[in-house]
């Protein structure tokens, strides 16, 4: 099968697969507001390399990404899938709420060992994606709404709320070796409040 890095980590995907469902079923740090539905750019991931063995440009990427972005590797990992099964086909790459994550403790502690880190300043990043959204911002309702629908595109997660949060506790989980699903997590404050109370 083949393999996909992101952030670092080596997972096994099949021809078809999106990143975000790869990233998303192995609990890797992504985005994705709005539930895979090409709504929000929150996914958005830099291909380092194997964009070769990625499908081509969505409709919702080229509605969403600056051309500036698109150059720089960019892509939406709900939108693009892996396009190629050769078991030596490989795919890097780093999402964009990773490399946002690594800039901040970068700027706050310096760079840890083994962490891929592209961008080198934390203010200037932040900037250009926050201003490369405003001027995409447009274009990516109006195709969000178009494919979508206005409900789905202000309400993504609709029936799948539960899948949303606990993929969502997924990725907490594996960041901080917490917990893996709601109903756990609710377990765990409950725990840790009344631990709080007896120190009291």
């Keep these: ?47 380092i390399s194997g964009a070769e063995n990625l499908s081509p ?5 080229k509605a969403w990404l600056t051309p500036g972005r698109l150059e720089m590797g960019m892509r939406l990992g709900c939108q693009v899938g892996l396009d190629n ?4 086909a490989s795919v ?3 999402t964009r709420v990773e490399e946002l994550r690594r800039l901040f403790f970068k700027f706050l502690r310096g760079t840890p060992e083994g962490e891929t880190v592209l961008e080198g300043n934390l203010i200037s990043f932040s900037i250009r994606v926050t201003l490369d959204h405003v001027v995409m911002g447009p274009t990516g309702l109006l195709n969000s709404v178009n494919r979508l629908g206005i409900f789905k595109t202000l309400v993504p997660w609709g029936s799948d709320f539960n899948v949303w949060l606990n993929d969502g506790l ?8 917490r917990t893996t699903s709601y109903t756990d997590a609710i377990d765990v404050i409950e725990i840790e ?8």
Excluded: W, Y
């Design 85 to 88: 099964n050769n078991p030596n």
């Design 57 to 61: 440009l969505s409709e919702a990427e």
């Design 92 to 94: 890097v790459v780093l």
């Design 1 to 47: 099968m083949p393999k996909v890095v992101i952030n670092d980590e080596e997972f096994e995907g099949a021809e078809g697969d999106l990143l975000l469902d790869i990233a998303r079923r192995n609990g890797s740090h992504i985005g994705f507001m709005c539930n895979g539905n090409g709504a929000c750019s929150t996914c958005e991931c830099r291909v």
């Design 170 to 177: 997924k990725v907490f989980r594996r960041m901080t070796g």
């Design 193 to 200: 409040e009344a631990e709080e109370i007896k120190k009291d």
